[in-house]
């Protein structure tokens, strides 16, 4: 099918836009390690189920070592490290401004490439900074956070971009990290991007529920299970991030690395912030002023160029 990797890479975006603003109102409601568990429990049964019906098996029981490690790792770097400073990036600054910081995360993977010995061109380092100069724009035009929750006080406020910065790195890592687990291994066959999603889910659960008994909040989830609100908007979250979201966009990657498009899938996949836009407005007020958007487009702008001429 013509276009498809590109066609994925945008319902990815599309599916992140409501899972973020989904996980956000959770994230308020409860907190962000239970609206962060909640999702991996709720997400792990099901991407089993459907890669039952549609793989055949929950697992890929064919698998090398090797690309179970390296789904592995992006599991911990995506969905432990990085997830665990977006939930509270969400819950502090909301969605609107998180998916803003959130969008450097591919200006990220060309600087992770970069350390890999694939040094980047003097286009690819412009992108990267028109990109961090719309991010910046973002951050210094006002408060949109306060309109998200007015009781967010200016060291929340540095912590919640502090833990953006985590996400896009960690989702920036997992990305570069799915890419041999869905590659050819020598006679193994790659293992299918929603295989590799259970993979890298599977081991998030693992280390997530570690991560909860050391903070004495082993069944911290239960917060969104009595609250109707952090449980609606969780479920919600749910079915659009981790089910739809990451599946798409390890569909995305994979067609992506076949086709030799692998900059043009990431950097539609990053145009996340320009849904979110009227998303933010209409939930919660969110204005929508030149500075903000004009530091939305160059931060994606930033992005998709850099993405492209590399």
Partial sequence: M????????LLAAMCWTVSSTAFAVASRAASPL????????????????????????????GASWAQLASA????????????????????KIGPRLCSVIMVSWPACVVLIEAGMGRAPSV????????????????????????????????RQRTLGVLGAVLGSVGQAAGFVL???????????????????TVVRMATAVVVMQGVAFSQGQGFAMRDVLVRPA???????????????????????RQHAERSGHVGLSAALMA????????????????PIGWCGALGTLLA?????????VR
């Fill in 123 to 154: 286009a690819v380092l412009g992108g990267i900074a028109l990109t961090m100069a719309g991010v910046v724009l973002v951050l210094l035009r006002g408060r949109d956070d306060a309109q998200w929750d007015p009781r967010v006080t200016p």
């Fill in 271 to 286: 145009t996340t912030p320009l849904f979110m836009m009227p998303v933010a407005w209409k939930l919660y007020g969110a």
């Fill in 72 to 91: 592995s790792a992006s599991g911990l770097c995506g969905l432990v490290l990085g997830d665990i400073g977006y939930f509270y990036a969400l819950a």
């Fill in 178 to 196: 799915a890419g041999p687990a869905m590659a050819v291994d020598g006679d193994v066959a790659a293992i299918e991007p929603l295989h590799c």
């Fill in 230 to 252: 952090a449980l609606r908007s969780a479920l919600l979250g749910a079915a659009f991030g981790p089910i739809g979201g990451v599946w798409l966009s390890m569909f995305a």
């Fill in 2 to 9: 013509p276009y498809l990797g590109e066609i994925t890479s």
């Fill in 34 to 61: 239970a609206a962060n568990q909640f999702r991996l429990y709720a997400s792990l049964p099901l991407l089993a189920g459907l890669a039952v019906a549609l793989l055949g098996a929950p697992w890929p029981a």
């Fill in 300 to 308: 994606v702008g930033g992005v998709t160029w850099c993405l492209l």
